[in-house]
């Protein structure tokens, strides 16, 4: 007779029980806002004021595309200046972290180590701490107020720390014989990093320049402060913030929903066709860590 092996069952502990029903009540509180958001941009502004949370009715396709055409007109501008200032601000982020996070991994120079460990230390200071004084850097000595270059430098600045850490850890992983033997066959320093490190590193620079997108996307203190007056210039987060919370404006709450949901579609394709490199970044970089 041969032993034949089964597999026994995993037992489901309380803890494991207990940890689920925390992870599903933190999915609640997430996606009802959303929830409330989706279903009332898909209603009349009479059935919004009657039930918020209930499901759209039969009101036609007609009432449904009219709130969304409502709502382009307030947002259309606004989204084409934020596409402008996120690409300035991810091209940004990914060129100079990426250089940056290179010359640490790969060169040896004096003071390497504690330059390194300064920029660590950047990351522990709230960015809060410093908004008076970039501000007032910003703002009146390098007189950038009013403009793109006044949002995306400042953001590029602050992106640096965090984001040379991530980048390095994974140039670090890049074994250095493969380097060598680019060398080997001709490569330059600098070739190496354009045809060795960045093509293996994908998975952290699409993380990378996908928060770095959410960022500035949903930005909407630093913009507001530098683009304030120049309502030509402002992002989705200040536009909305502006144009739909002014009581003067009297615009139906159904038109606001889907100027809402408008603004965030960019963001939900993007993160549609990211998502794989996204979680394969966080979760390699993890495990490099």
Known sequence: MKNVKTKSKKKITVGQIFSHIIIICLLIMVLFPFYILV?????????????????????????ITGAFKSAWPYISKYILNTFWVAFLEVFGVLLFASLAAYGFSRFKFKGKDALFMVFLAFMMIPGILTLATQYSLVYSTLNLKQSFAGVVLPAIAGGMPVNIFLIKTFFDGIPADVYEAAEIDGASKLGCYFKIAIPLSAPILFTVGLSTLLGAWNDVVWARLILYGAEDLYTIGVGVFTVFGSTAAKIPDTVIYAGYCLASLPLLIAFFFTSKQFIKGLTDGAVKM
């Not at 009479?46 to 007609?62: C, Q, R, T, W, Y």
């Open 39 to 63: 279903i009332n941009s898909f209603k009349s502004p009479a059935d919004i004021l009657k039930n918020p949370l209930s499901f759209p009715g039969s009101e036609g396709v007609e009432v």
